[in-house]
């Protein structure tokens, strides 16, 4: 609906002939079922068939590299993240790597230091409590066990011997009274119990007072062993529990981190980036009717994540009115010579190049006598539908419209825009311009105030040739334009088409040995040689002739007539003009079953050769009509009027 120049089938024909299609290929429907039903198609069906187009290639190649683009919105955002999350993890590891270096190693002597005070205290005992039951120094082990440590079940005194007496032995309670033992025994029974453990070594802590290498020095000593697996496994649970903590407090962060990135760029980057695309776009005039509007600030609710800055709105606002500005402009410029100044980097300026084109003139046959008797808005309103219909079908083939020109038309191909077989392209501009007026006469036929209706035929001239294309006109302001005898002669074929009473006119220079014509199923005949006023080198002069778009046997009655014109134009061109006169009668006959009764081109060239049949020419005849006028319309109508 958005490409109306690329049918110009009702889009009722369209939407039929497309359930048509996908219900045959799936085979769904039976016999005297409405083709109208369409059935779901699966996305795997659907995507073999976008892909097979043309169009949808171009689709998804679009779709990918907008996705690769590095520098998009979400890579950007996500690149700032990861780098900000990066630093931050970076540092948090440096601190703590600092910290454990930087940590004095200082060894634990409580145990060793609380042990002294039970030693001093036990000797202090036994000399001036002599047979003493015992029962305070049990107070004071218990005192060193519960102040020493924060939680008592993480220690276990498994052997206690102060002073040459043993108060706790195997883990048991404090004995009372306690026994007596040397030291040597003491530091025996420590290595049993080590021994017959089930804790690990490392898990037992063996202190010795006053020596503090639990050596006998030959004195009485003190000696402890612990068992301290439970302080390891709390302590060790101890640092899981901060590492957790510490990473939920990074995960929090980082959460946050990338909140305040994502409410960053939804307010900012987002609405950015769409500016950026739509700046791209619009400097190749790409896009010039696309408007995407960016959510306003709400003052209520300043802290919305959605929102956007006041700024970027307004800015959006002044984009919006510059686009509709350059879409204004872009009416009166060909984009296509905007799109390659784009393309190539460079600023437009005054200059030319030779270029090998195909030029292309239309107007509306009689426009003067239609125009008679119709208001002034009647006549801007069927000039501009006539007008529209030939500009988009001369954009469908790629063509480059330059200037209308009252009801007239010029139009390039192959510049400034480079197209392949610009002649090809050319001859089916004007075919299917000739197609679509007499679509619309059928369907929508012009209807003025007064009730007339108005039937609507072009005439178009088309020619190939080298010209000179480029920006023309002053350093304050420049046109694109072309320069060069090609571009009158156009002109004159398009008005010779009312001397010979043909609706396309075109060049030997175009039709060539017409191998690439016939294979698009164009019917072309020559119809003259002439040398255009002004000019004296001759132009074989042929009609390309509008066939159906199928094969019907009107459309091979055309063919077979064309093939009989071009041998009669060989004839008469050799000077045998009865043979010729005979051959262009059988061509009329031909062309009347194609649904043409009277074929004015063959009926003048009959006319011709039975006047120099009567009147041979001079020895020196070249068969070259030398036109001394511009304008054929008066014989025309003279012509259609004894007809």
């Not at 995407?292 to 700024?311: F, G, I, Q, T």
């Not at 694109?480 to 008005?495: E, H, M, Q, T, V």
């Not at 020196?620 to 012509?639: I, P």
């Amino acid at each position: 609906m958005k490409c109306p120049h690329l049918t110009k089938k009702p889009l009722e024909e369209l939407i039929k002939a497309d359930s048509v299609t996908i219900n045959g290929m799936l085979g769904t429907h039976a016999e005297g079922e409405e083709p109208e039903d369409v059935c779901l198609v699966d996305w795997n069906l659907f995507s073999k068939i976008l892909l097979s187009t043309k169009l949808g290639e171009d689709l998804l190649r679009s779709h990918v590299k907008e996705l690769d683009r590095s520098e998009g919105v979400w890579p950007l955002t996500q690149k700032l993240s990861d780098r900000i999350t990066t630093k931050v993890c970076a540092g948090i590891l440096i601190l703590i790597g600092a910290v454990r270096l930087l940590e004095i190693d200082v060894a634990d002597l409580s145990i060793q230091q609380g042990l002294g005070q039970l030693d001093k205290l036990a000797k202090i005992e036994a000399q001036n409590l002599p047979g003493a039951s015992g029962e305070y120094m049990c107070e004071q082990i218990g005192l060193y066990r519960d102040n020493h440590w924060a939680n008592p079940f993480n220690r276990k005194i498994l052997y206690l011997h102060l002073d040459g007496w043993t108060y706790i032995d195997g883990g048991g309670e404090c004995m009372n009274p306690a026994s007596a033992v040397d030291f040597v025994g003491a530091a025996r029974r420590v290595q049993d119990i080590i021994d017959s453990s089930s804790v690990r070594v490392k898990d037992l802590s063996e202190a010795c007072w006053p020596d503090t290498s639990c050596r006998d020095m030959g004195s009485p000593a003190s000696v402890v062993l612990i068992d301290n697996l439970m302080e390891e496994r709390h302590e060790a649970l101890w640092h899981i529990f901060t590492m957790l903590f510490i990473i939920g407090l990074l995960l929090l962060f980082v959460a946050v981190v990338n909140r305040k990135i994502t409410v960053f760029t939804r307010a900012i980057l987002q609405p950015l980036r769409w500016l950026v695309d739509d700046m791209e776009a619009l400097a190749s005039l790409e896009m010039l009717q696309i408007f995407r509007d960016l959510p306003v600030a709400d003052r209520k609710r300043a802290k919305r994540s959605a929102e956007v800055v006041e700024e970027l709105v307004q800015l959006n606002q002044a984009f919006h009115a510059m686009q509709s500005a350059i879409h204004s402009w872009s009416l009166y410029v060909p984009p296509s010579v905007v799109q390659r100044l784009h393309a190539e980097g460079i600023e437009a300026g005054v200059g030319v190049g030779q270029q090998r084109v195909t030029i292309l003139f239309c107007d509306i046959c009689g426009f003067e006598g239609i125009c008679r008797g119709l208001q002034p808005q009647e006549v801007i309103a069927l000039l501009g539908r006539v007008l529209n219909d030939v500009a988009e079908v001369i954009q469908m083939h790629n063509g480059t419209l330059l200037e209308f020109i009252g009801d007239e038309v010029l139009a390039v191909f192959n510049a400034p825009t480079t197209v392949m077989h610009h002649p090809l392209a050319g001859a089916m501009a004007c075919r299917d311009i000739h197609r679509v007026l007499d679509s619309q006469n059928v369907r929508e036929k012009y209807v003025s105030h007064a009730g007339k209706e108005i039937e609507i035929r072009c005439r178009c001239g088309v020619h190939t040739t080298n010209i000179l294309a480029g920006n023309i006109g002053s350093k304050s302001r420049i046109k694109y334009g072309l320069l060069g005898d090609g571009i009158n002669l156009a002109s004159r074929l398009k008005a010779l088409n009312s001397r010979y009473h043909t609706r396309t006119l075109a060049t030997d220079m175009l039709v060539g040995n017409g191998d690439r014509l016939m294979k698009f199923d164009f019917a072309f005949r020559p119809v003259d040689v002439v040398a255009v006023k002004g000019k004296e080198h001759p132009t074989t002069v042929y009609e390309l002739m509008t066939t159906p778009a199928t094969l019907t046997p009107e459309s091979s009655a055309m063919f077979e007539a064309c093939q009989k014109h071009r041998e009669a134009f060989q004839s008469y061109q050799d000077k045998n003009f009865a043979q010729a006169r005979d051959t262009f009668r059988e061509v009329g006959d031909v062309l009347a079953r194609a649904g043409i009764p009277h074929d004015m081109s063959s009926q003048l060239l009959i006319r011709r050769c039975q006047k120099l049949i009567d009147e041979p020419p001079d020895p020196e005849w070249d068969g070259v009509d030398r036109l001394a006028r511009k304008s054929f319309e008066e014989d025309a109508m003279q012509t259609s009027a004894k007809v």
